[in-house]
Nanobody, 119 residues
């Protein structure tokens, strides 16, 4: 497993942008599928975006498609989530997660970073 640490959250006005970062420890980061999830108060944690180890394939929740972009820099063992045109409903704690190539689900999670979008 890798250790994951998110950063970049904060308070932003609607329509603004933030970039989240997730730094990973370990030497096998490039083999991990990485995802971003979020959890709003009183709601279940939900999928936001995913990127394969090579960075060639990505996927997004419909609610963020066209506004958020996931990317990774394997040389820096870091995955990013660029969030544009933010809406108040994007307010949540955002978590990054990693899945080993041999795992059936995400088996490494960060501690989360708060994103608050004001109207």
């Amino acid at each position: 497993q890798v250790q994951l640490v998110e950063s970049g959250g904060g308070l932003v006005q609607a329509g603004g942008s933030l970039r989240l970062s997730c730094a990973a420890s370990g030497r096998t980061f490039s083999t991990y599928t990485m995802g971003w999830f979020r959890q709003a108060p009183g709601k279940e944690r939900e999928f936001v975006a995913v990127i394969m180890g090579s960075g060639g394939s990505t996927g997004y929740a419909d609610s963020v498609k066209g506004r958020f972009t996931i990317s990774r820099d394997n040389a820096k063992s870091t995955v990013y989530l660029q969030m544009n045109s933010l809406k108040p409903e994007d307010t949540a704690v955002y978590y990054c997660a990693g899945q080993r190539a041999t795992a059936t689900g995400y088996d490494s999670w960060g501690q989360g970073t708060q994103v608050t979008v004001s109207s």
